[in-house]
Nanobody
Framework: QVQLVESGGGLVQAGGSLRLSCTASGGSFSNYGMGWFRQGPRKEREFVAV????????YYGDSVKGRFTISRDNAKNTVYLQMNGLKPEDTAVYYC??????????????????WGQGTQVTVSS
């Protein structure tokens, strides 16, 4: 059973940057594709970005394309989300998730088998 722990959230002004990290334990990290999702107040969980097992292929949601970058370090069992040009509408709890279909690049919540507890990102205007 893979356990995922996110970190790096916080309060930032609009236009600022944050880097989220998600560290995995209890499984073989390179067996999983990894995704980031977010859930704002009174909203459904939304796809943000996904990366395949090798780190060679990525895919982004339209609302973050060109501003956010997903990457991974399999030696450290960690996936990252670099967030630049943050906007107030990026305010949400951000979750990382693991997909056993490591080549799928799943964008749906149901594609992912394991979830972290989330980290809050708040962007002030």
């Amino acid at each position: 059973q893979v356990q995922l722990v996110e970190s790096g959230g916080g309060l930032v002004q609009a236009g600022g940057s944050l880097r989220l990290s998600c560290t995995a334990s209890g499984g073989s990290f390179s067996n999983y594709g990894m995704g980031w999702f977010r859930q704002g107040p009174r909203k459904e969980r939304e796809f943000v970005a996904v990366i395949d097992w090798s780190g060679g292929v990525t895919y982004y949601g339209d609302s973050v394309k060109g501003r956010f970058t997903i990457s991974r370090d399999n030696a450290k069992n960690t996936v990252y989300l670099q967030m630049n040009g943050l906007k107030p509408e990026d305010t949400a709890v951000y979750y990382c998730a693991a997909d056993r279909a490591r080549l799928r690049l799943g964008t749906r919540v149901s594609d992912h088998d394991h979830w972290g507890q989330g980290t809050q990102v708040t962007v002030s205007s």
